[in-house]
């Protein structure tokens, strides 16, 4: 039996993700959200609602390459590319993809700032500025670890506890965050980093803290989803975790423009 050809919009879609992923590798590494070879990134197949992407185990981030990604099935079966599928990948991943479409890309870490934070008695990221309220609506908490993920009835119990929000505190653990784009979850991964140091050196100073009220959290809120950012141009419409990303990217380009290979 012959397969029928990619279309050619999808096969560009496809390869567009492709590159995005392996970007966002190459990206985690310079801003120290990586430990190596561990934690994983992935994203939904264009077109192929049941498959994903990611890198196989043992590369280091700033080794993957797009044509080197593996296509896993949600069912664990390795469908094109070469090497290992990390198991807590698959048991934490898949679940997550096959719960909703709309998280398509899928970023686990243990990145250092936003990893303390999840170890504290109470892990909740308090109002304390402009940048935490921002965040405060999509954050969905485990405070059960349940240890290791060997088995994907942990990504399905993780998959229920996030729900339909972006950013999963995993209590003892890390963090998870998810986007309808490898943009959207990057952008989201860098900020809550960011967010969660200026969280802890506020803490850190031993003084007291200023929350803001509730009152000034939903004016935030309200802002952030229903008043632009920016006023047009050529990029008018264009979200800002796209004109970040873009961004990001066109620095790659000129630093390791080989994760598009």
């Not at 879609?13 to 190596?36: F, I, K, P, S, Y």
């Not at 700032?113 to 008695?121: D, F, M, N, P, T």
């Not at 998959?159 to 929000?165: E, Y």
Request: with cysteine; aromatic share 8%; glycine share 6%.
């Amino acid at each position: 039996m012959t397969l029928a050809p990619t279309p050619p919009d999808l096969a560009a879609a496809q390869a567009q993700a492709r590159a995005d992923l392996a970007a966002a590798h190459r990206l985690a590494v310079w801003h120290d959200l990586t430990e190596g070879i561990y934690n994983h990134l992935t994203v939904a197949v264009p077109g192929q609602p049941t498959q994903f992407y990611l890198p196989p185990f043992g590369l280091h981030w700033s080794e993957v390459r797009a044509s080197g990604l593996l296509t896993v099935e949600h069912d664990g079966r390795i469908v094109e590319g070469q090497g290992i599928l990390q198991r807590s990948a698959y048991c934490i991943h898949a679940p997550i993809h096959a719960a909703d479409a709309r998280h398509a890309a899928i970023f686990h870490t243990h990145m250092p700032y936003a990893s303390a934070l999840v170890r504290l008695e109470d892990q909740r990221l308090q109002p304390l500025g402009q940048t935490e309220a921002l965040l405060l609506d999509q954050i969905a908490y485990d405070d059960d670890y349940d240890g290791l993920a060997r088995d994907t009835a942990e990504g399905e119990r993780l998959a229920r506890i996030l729900g339909d929000k972006t950013i999963l505190f995993m209590g003892n653990h890390g963090v998870l965050v998810t986007g309808r784009s490898v943009a959207e979850a990057y952008d989201r991964l860098y900020s809550l980093e960011r967010y969660a140091r200026v969280h802890l050196h506020a803490l850190w100073t031993g003084r007291p803290v200023k929350r803001l009220s509730d009152a000034q959290v939903d004016k935030i809120q309200f802002q952030i989803h229903h008043t632009t950012l920016h006023n047009g141009g050529a990029e008018r419409g264009t979200p800002a975790y796209q004109l970040h990303f873009d961004a990001l990217r066109r620095l790659l380009d000129r630093r390791e423009p080989d994760y598009q290979d």
